[in-house]
C-alpha cells in the first residue's frame, strides 16, 4: 500500500504556491506510505542547451556534508564544464550547458555513491527515506514553486526501504512516475528492455514500468498511445501517475483495484489516492470530484 499525490496548477499566480498546498497531501498519504516519500517538480523549461541533474549524497560517507562545491570545481577542471549548482544538504541540482550523458558519465565513474534522481530541462526531483514529514522538512517542500508535480509516500512490499527505491522513478530527461499497486511481470518487462540497451539501476516493480513508457515515449509514441501499449504489456494492479513537462497522466488497471480521487477547478487539478489528502485546497467545496475509471487514460495540460 502507497500513496500518490498530484498538483498541476492551471494559473500562473498558483505556481508560486504549489508547495506550500501540496505538503498536507504529502502528510496525508503518511498511514499509506510511512517508509521514504519523494516528489517531482516541474519548473519553467531550461533552455534547449542546458540541462539539469539532480543528485542525491546520502549514500556517500559524507552524506549532508558531500563537499558540492568540490564536486563543481572537478567537473570544470576535469571535463571544461560550467555548472551552477543549487544545494539542500544530501540533495543538489547541478545546472549546466553540456551534454548530460557525459556528465553523469563522470559522476558515476569518480563517486559511484552518488545517486543520480532526475534529468532535464524541467523536472527536479526529491525522494529520501523518513516519514513524509521528515522528508518535507528536510527538503524544505512548502517552498517549491512550479506548474505541476508528482509525489508518493512508500509502504515497501517488494523491495528494500532504500533512498533508490522510493518513488518517483524517471528514465530519459522529464519524464517521471509513481506507483500504488504491484506488478506482476516487471521481470518480462526487463527482459524485453534490456536487449534495447536499456539499464535497470533497481529490482522494484515501478521502475519496469517507468522504464517501459519512457521507452515508448522515445520511441515516437505519443503519451496517450504509449499507455494504450502500457495497457497492453504491464500486467498486474496499479495506479500510475506520471509527470511531464507539460502535462500530468494518470491510469488505473482494469479492475481499479488501487484508489484514486481526483479534484478540478478553474485554478487547479489535484489527485491523491484519498480524498483526505484534497480536503485542505482552495475552493474544494466547488471542486469537480470523481473516482476515475478503469483502464481510462487521464491527461492534464498545463
Not at 556534508?65 to 570544470?76: A, E, I, S, Y
Not at 512550479?146 to 518513488?167: C, F, N, Q, Y
Not at 483495484?257 to 484534497?278: G, H, N, Q, W
Request: proline share 6%.
Amino acid at each position: 500500500m502507497c500513496g500518490i499525490v498530484g498538483l498541476l496548477a492551471k494559473k500562473p499566480a498558483l505556481r508560486e504556491k504549489l508547495g506550500e498546498l501540496m505538503v498536507p497531501m504529502l502528510i496525508g498519504m503518511t498511514e499509506r506510505g510511512p517508509d521514504s516519500a519523494g516528489l517531482a517538480v516541474f519548473r519553467d523549461p531550461l533552455a534547449e542547451s542546458q540541462r539539469k541533474i539532480s543528485v542525491y549524497s546520502g549514500l556517500t560517507e559524507a552524506g549532508a556534508d558531500f563537499n558540492w562545491q568540490g564536486l563543481v570545481h572537478d567537473l570544470k577542471a576535469h571535463l571544461g564544464a560550467t555548472v551552477e549548482l543549487e544545494a539542500k544538504g544530501n540533495h543538489a541540482i547541478l545546472i549546466m550547458k553540456a551534454d548530460p550523458e557525459i556528465i553523469k558519465r563522470w559522476i558515476k565513474e569518480h563517486h559511484p555513491k552518488l545517486h543520480l534522481l532526475s534529468t532535464g530541462r524541467s523536472i527536479e526531483l526529491y525522494k529520501d527515506i523518513g516519514t513524509p514529514a521528515e522528508v518535507a522538512n528536510r527538503y524544505n517542500f512548502k517552498t517549491l514553486k512550479g506548474s505541476h508535480l508528482v509525489g508518493h509516500t512508500r509502504m515497501a512490499t517488494e523491495s528494500a526501504v532504500t533512498p533508490d527505491r522510493a518513488h518517483p522513478f524517471t528514465a530519459g530527461e522529464d519524464f517521471c512516475l509513481v506507483h500504488n499497486g504491484s506488478l506482476s511481470n516487471p521481470n518480462g518487462i526487463r527482459r524485453m528492455l534490456e536487449p534495447r540497451g536499456i539499464h535497470f539501476e533497481t529490482d522494484n516493480d515501478t521502475e519496469a514500468a517507468c522504464r517501459f513508457l519512457e521507452w515508448r515515449l522515445r520511441e515516437g509514441d505519443k503519451l496517450e498511445l504509449a499507455l494504450q501499449k502500457g495497457f497492453e504489456e504491464l500486467d498486474g494492479f496499479y495506479t500510475f501517475l506520471m509527470g511531464t513537462p507539460d502535462a500530468l497522466a494518470l491510469i488505473r488497471d482494469p479492475f481499479a483495484c488501487k484508489p484514486a480521487v481526483v479534484a478540478e477547478t478553474d485554478d487547479y487539478v489535484a489527485i491523491a489516492s484519498e480524498f483526505r489528502s484534497l480536503a485542505h485546497l482552495p475552493d474544494i467545496k466547488n471542486a469537480n470530484v470523481f473516482e476515475p475509471a478503469p483502464e481510462e487514460m487521464y491527461v492534464w495540460k498545463i
